[in-house]
């Protein structure tokens, strides 16, 4: 495959010991890349840290249970 920027093997990238690592000569990868659609769907959930204690976290938990299933 001949890119008009090589210049390394005289425009010739299947040639090139840059290809070895999947790159042409600027640099570009050769395959893969970021794809609509890919990945894992986000919940919209955030992590988050808080210092509380072993009963403040019983009673978020059972306060998170309510509002994530509030027909129970």
Do not use: H
């Not at 840059?18 to 890349?33: I, S, T």
């Not at 794809?35 to 938990?61: H, M, V």
Request: proline share 6%; hydrophobic share 20%.
């Amino acid at each position: 495959m001949k890119k008009p920027y090589c210049t390394q093997n005289n425009g010739d990238c299947s040639t090139c010991s840059l290809v070895n690592y999947n790159r042409d000569c600027q640099n570009v990868p050769l395959w893969g890349g970021i794809r609509e659609g890919a990945g894992r769907p986000s919940t919209g959930r955030k992590r988050q840290s808080f210092y509380i204690t072993d009963e403040e976290n019983e009673q978020l938990r059972k306060y998170l249970e309510e509002l994530r299933n509030p027909a129970k």
